[in-house]
């Protein structure tokens, strides 16, 4: 079975998915906003508090224009708005990591540039990757060589990006996340079904889901995600979803994480963990008493020839089951019995002596 240890738990298809809140800048530049988010994620159920290390010098250049609904986010540039979330330091970083450590919670933040990639790797158990940084070969060559768990999302991208991506990261402690590279996703875009496509293209990864639909209360979209075999589920998180721009209108609050969380854990046990078809043993009662056996439907005498006029298929199934009704005409009775008599292989003989 394939398995990576992500910060406090091992995760595979047997166990509870990996929640991620992703916190990303929705903290606006606030180390106390960031604290009081990574307390929430917590409290509400989530394994790990996610952050985005970058500046926006080095990811965007001043005219890269906006690929979000800028209705939602009104900032027309790519840099203008990263240019309003990068003030936090190493130093913040630390700070927040410590803080994950006290709360028990784990401490995660994708960095979109080499010296994040160095300055967070003391700080992180393992990296995620953008969807973004995708084909981003140096960025991808530099997180490959600090031997983590790697989670890498797939927004917007094809197989064969996909395969080359693990190419170059040379591990198969890397979890794959599908993902829509839209802000917000529509629901007929998310395109969930792509979770299983993604499990046969690889066979030897973990899949998960990195969800962007404007969220309803249970978040069915990372219920429904799980169900189809996502492992790991991340979702942006916010303190407040009526703040406008940035990543809050497509977030989750603290509330939708406490409702997900129960609906995910009852899902989860109505899941299972056997895949194999087979009688499990609360089903054992309902074998011996609802089943049937092969009864007598009239009176038999000693060494009679059994019939199928002799015979019926009556509930409990404690005697002969009608499975071996072939193998029971054309036998002999050993002795007389009465209408109604469950039939047991003591019972009958091949021959009339």
């Not at 054309?330 to 002596?353: C, E, F, P, V």
């Amino acid at each position: 079975m394939t398995e990576v240890l992500l910060g406090r738990r091992k995760i595979n298809h047997l166990v509870m998915p990996y929640i991620i809140a992703e916190i990303g800048v929705n903290h606006g530049g606030s180390i106390q906003l960031a604290k009081k988010m990574i307390y929430l994620a917590k409290r509400g159920g989530a394994d790990a508090a996610k952050f985005q290390s970058y500046k926006a010098e080095t990811i965007a250049s001043k005219n890269s224009p906006a690929y979000w609904d800028t209705k939602k986010e009104n900032t027309k540039s790519q840099f203008a708005l990263f240019k309003k979330y990068d003030s936090f330091t190493k130093q913040d970083y630390k700070t927040l990591s410590s803080y994950c450590k006290k709360l028990g919670i784990d401490f995660i933040s994708t960095p979109f540039d080499h010296a994040a990639v160095d300055y967070l790797n003391p700080l992180v158990p393992f990296f995620k990757v953008s969807s973004s940084d995708i084909t981003n070969i140096p960025l991808l060559k530099k997180i490959s060589k600090k031997k983590k768990p790697i989670i890498l999302s797939t927004g917007a991208s094809s197989i064969s990006e996909i395969k080359n991506a693990l190419k170059v990261l040379k591990s198969n402690k890397v979890i794959l996340m599908h993902c829509i590279l839209n802000y917000p996703t529509k629901n007929e875009n998310a395109h969930l079904r792509m979770i299983k496509g993604l499990k046969k293209s690889f066979p030897n990864h973990l899949i998960g889901y990195s969800d962007h639909t404007t969220p309803d209360s249970s978040l069915t979209s990372l219920i429904t995600a799980f169900i189809l075999g996502a492992v790991v589920l991340e979702k942006h998180f916010t303190y407040d979803k009526k703040l406008s721009g940035n990543d809050h209108y497509h977030a989750m609050d603290y509330k939708n994480l406490i409702e997900f969380k129960k609906v995910l854990s009852k899902t989860y046990s109505l899941i299972g963990k056997n895949e194999e078809k087979k009688p499990i043993a609360s089903e054992g009662i309902a074998r011996k008493n609802a089943r049937r056996s092969v009864v007598l439907n009239k009176n038999i005498n000693a060494g009679e020839k059994i019939t199928k006029n002799h015979l019926i298929c009556k509930r409990p199934g404690t005697g002969i089951s009608p499975i071996h009704w072939g193998h029971i005409l054309g036998k002999y009775a050993k002795r007389k019995m009465k209408i109604d008599h469950i039939l047991t292989w003591s019972d009958i003989k091949n021959n009339r002596q």
